[in-house]
Every structure is written in C-alpha cells, then in structure tokens.
C-alpha cells in the first residue's frame, strides 16, 4: 500500500499546449492516503480516465510528478509500479478456469503454490466466486467475468494500489449495488488504497470515503458524501451532486443591496457585504431543493412565484418554479401542505452559498 501525491501535474495531449483549453488534465497538487476507499467523480470527458492512467503508469504526464510514498513513478512502467487496475471490461483469460485466471497474478510474481490456494480460496469467497473456480471464464457471464477481474486486482496482498476505472458499467443494474456493497467489504477487510472512477454520483458515494469531483480537467471539491452536497465549493459540484442539483441565480449589484432578474433580495448583511467587496460580475447564489422552504402566504424574507409542476416520487415531491427568471426546483415532503398555484419561498441563510467566479466563498455569520 501506498500513498499516492500528485505534484504540479499536468496532462495534454496537444504537442505545442498554448492555454488552459488545450490540458486534458490542469495542474493539480492532490494526495490519496494510504489505505483509503477513494473515487474520482465527473461526466465524460472531464480527465477521470487520462487521471487514471497517469496514475497506473499507462500514461506519461507532460508536466508534474506522481509518488508513492517519496518515490518519483514517472520513469516506471505500470508493471514497476505495483498497481492493480480493472477496466470497463473485463480482463480476463477466457481459455483459463476462474481458479487459474485468479492464480495468474501471483504466480506471476513467483508466490508458492500452498499461498496461492489460501489467496484465492479467500478472494473467491469474498466475491462468491467458490462454486464457480473450476469452470472456464469463457462460459461465464459478464458479471461474472468482472467480478473475476476485480479478484485479479485483489489476490496480490502487497499492491500498492487498486483503481477502478468504472467497472460497473457492463454490470446488470440489478446487481451494481450488491458489488459496490462488496468492494466496500473488501476494503474494510483488506484496507488496500483504492480509487474508483465513476460518472454515477451513487456509485461514488456508496463506495468511497471521500470522492474528488473532477470538472474540465480538475478537482474543483474533494471531500465526503455529505460536505459535496451541504457544502459545494464548485458551482459544477452543485449542479452534479443532488437529485435535482443546486438551484443556481446570477446577482448583480445595485446601489441599496442585490437584484437577481429584476428581484431585489433580502440578504444578509454578511452574504450582502461579500457581494459588494468583489470586483467579479461573476457571481451566484445557490441553494438546494431540500432547503428552498415553500409557503402559502407571505412572510419576512419572502418571494412570490407561480408553481409550473408538481411532481410525485412517492415519499416526497419535487416543485417546479421560476424564481427570477430561471427554473427552480424545491422537494417537499409528502405530507407538506402545497398551495394549488401561488406559492411564496423563502431561502434560509444558513443554506444559501455564494459563489464568485463559480467557487464557494465562506461567509462569516
């Protein structure tokens, strides 16, 4: 097991880089702790993979290093570096049974034959793989050849690191969440450093301990399931995170305080001030649905707006509004009284972030 630091890394694939548009991957400063239970999370395209492969040695980066530990890696080639990684697809020896398909990486590595039996017998077990080590792995469902795959990545007990480049994609939807749930057991039984990289925010906040959000070639928030969505440092965070994402409205500045559209809002001193020391026109508030409260009547600090839809998901409903000239969603339980069409919202303080230049700014209470 390692400690993997990433140190003023930077990746692009264009051979004369001329701006921040031609970089794959921006410089980064990141560091993924010995033993931890990781994912890199992001929508195709933003450098979860190219991060990736950086990583394992598939890739050379065209500026920064990766350590482990205190150790340079960029000169090492991916079988150097003692990485495990398991692809979309599964890598396995289709000619091979699942026993000799799970024994290949340690004998590989000259392990004895008395210690690759107790290795595989034990990883065999923890991914219900016993009843099926003597079949041939081409006689075997797609599941079932991942899971062999994964158990590749697994059987060697000194890898330094596994990562995981979306490997649930070819994985019936019926049993994603029992594998999630077992990679999740395998880590508290093994504690091996894992990185799984993924697009499903579900996916990602099932397995790992703290998840790096990945936007055009960046971590703009790493942290756990709970400060990405109470705290997004990242407008992007806010929109990727939460089903519906984060209620975002553009502010601009007046004479007497804050207009949003042609609504002037009530705002704290605080949040009031931060908007007028910035010199950005750059500027948002975002509040998530959870937080938006709906009323029947008016109120201090109160907004009127007409309700466009309503929908129901059983146990709580989504509403759906304009709010300044763009959409607006709030949830409510199903039991909230809801007003047939005028409504009034009211957006509490304590919920409401700021972003200047699209990343959170704190303010002070």
Same mark, same amino acid.
């Given at each position: 097991m390692a400690q993997i630091t990433l140190k003023a890394l930077a990746h692009?694939?264009?051979?004369?880089?001329?701006?921040?548009?031609?970089?794959?991957?921006?410089?980064?400063?990141?560091?993924?702790?010995?033993?931890?239970?990781?994912?890199?999370?992001? !929508?195709?395209?933003?450098?979860?993979?190219?991060?990736?492969?950086?990583?394992?040695?598939?890739l050379t980066p065209s500026d920064g290093q990766v350590l482990f530990d205190d150790q340079v890696m960029n000169e090492l080639a991916p079988e150097e570096r003692n990485i495990a990684q398991v692809f979309q697809f599964p890598v396995v020896y289709d000619t091979m049974t699942v026993? $000799?398909?799970?024994?290949? !990486?340690?004998?590989?590595?000259?392990?004895?034959? &008395?210690?690759? #039996? +107790?290795?595989?017998?034990?990883?065999?077990?923890?991914?219900?793989?016993?009843s099926l080590l003597k079949r041939k792995a081409r006689n075997l469902t797609a599941d079932e050849k991942q899971k062999v795959s994964m158990g590749r990545g697994l059987v060697r007990d000194d890898v330094a690191a596994i990562l995981f480049d979306e490997p649930l994609t070819v994985i019936d939807p019926q049993l994603k969440w029992k594998l999630r749930r077992k990679l999740k057991e395998i880590h508290e039984r093994f504690n091996i450093t894992m990185i799984y990289v993924t697009h499903d925010q579900l996916e990602a906040s099932t397995f790992a301990d703290k998840i790096a959000v990945m936007?055009?070639?960046?971590?703009?928030?790493?942290?756990?399931? #709970? @400060? /990405?969505? @109470?705290?997004?440092?990242?407008?992007?965070?806010?929109?990727?995170?939460?089903?519906?994402?984060?209620?975002?409205?553009?502010?601009?500045?007046?004479?007497?305080?804050?207009?949003?559209?042609?609504? $002037?809002?009530?705002?704290?001193? !605080?949040?009031?001030? &931060?908007?007028h020391q910035s010199r950005s026109r750059n500027i948002k508030l975002g509040i998530r649905p959870e937080f938006v409260k709906v009323l029947a009547e008016p109120g201090e600090g109160t907004y009127p707006v007409e309700i466009d839809n309503v929908q129901d998901l059983g146990t709580y409903r989504i509403v759906s509004f304009e709010f300044a000239g763009?959409?607006? #969603?709030?949830?409510?339980? +199903? $039991?909230?009284? /809801?007003?047939?069409?005028?409504?009034?919202?009211?957006?509490? +303080? &304590?919920?409401?972030?700021?972003?200047? $230049?699209?990343?959170?700014? +704190?303010?002070?209470?």
């Amino acid at each position: 097991m390692a400690q993997i630091t990433l140190k003023a890394l930077a990746h692009s694939y264009s051979p004369n880089p001329s701006g921040p548009e031609d970089y794959a991957i921006r410089e980064m400063e990141h560091v993924w702790h010995q033993g931890g239970a990781y994912a890199l999370l992001g !929508p195709s395209g933003c450098g979860k993979s190219t991060l990736l492969n950086i990583i394992s040695g598939l890739l050379t980066p065209s500026d920064g290093q990766v350590l482990f530990d205190d150790q340079v890696m960029n000169e090492l080639a991916p079988e150097e570096r003692n990485i495990a990684q398991v692809f979309q697809f599964p890598v396995v020896y289709d000619t091979m049974t699942v026993y $000799d398909n799970l024994a290949f !990486p340690l004998r590989n590595v000259g392990t004895s034959e &008395a210690k690759v #039996r +107790e290795r595989v017998a034990e990883v065999a077990d923890v991914l219900e793989l016993t009843s099926l080590l003597k079949r041939k792995a081409r006689n075997l469902t797609a599941d079932e050849k991942q899971k062999v795959s994964m158990g590749r990545g697994l059987v060697r007990d000194d890898v330094a690191a596994i990562l995981f480049d979306e490997p649930l994609t070819v994985i019936d939807p019926q049993l994603k969440w029992k594998l999630r749930r077992k990679l999740k057991e395998i880590h508290e039984r093994f504690n091996i450093t894992m990185i799984y990289v993924t697009h499903d925010q579900l996916e990602a906040s099932t397995f790992a301990d703290k998840i790096a959000v990945m936007y055009e070639g960046q971590v703009v928030q790493f942290g756990t399931p #709970r @400060e /990405l969505f @109470e705290v997004p440092a990242h407008t992007f965070v806010g929109y990727f995170i939460g089903s519906p994402g984060m209620n975002l409205v553009e502010v601009v500045r007046t004479e007497k305080g804050v207009r949003a559209g042609t609504v $002037d809002l009530v705002l704290a001193p !605080p949040l009031l001030n &931060a908007i007028h020391q910035s010199r950005s026109r750059n500027i948002k508030l975002g509040i998530r649905p959870e937080f938006v409260k709906v009323l029947a009547e008016p109120g201090e600090g109160t907004y009127p707006v007409e309700i466009d839809n309503v929908q129901d998901l059983g146990t709580y409903r989504i509403v759906s509004f304009e709010f300044a000239g763009v959409p607006f #969603r709030a949830r409510l339980e +199903e $039991d909230q009284r /809801l007003p047939e069409r005028k409504a009034y919202i009211r957006f509490p +303080e &304590a919920w409401l972030s700021l972003y200047i $230049d699209e990343f959170r700014v +704190e303010v002070g209470q």
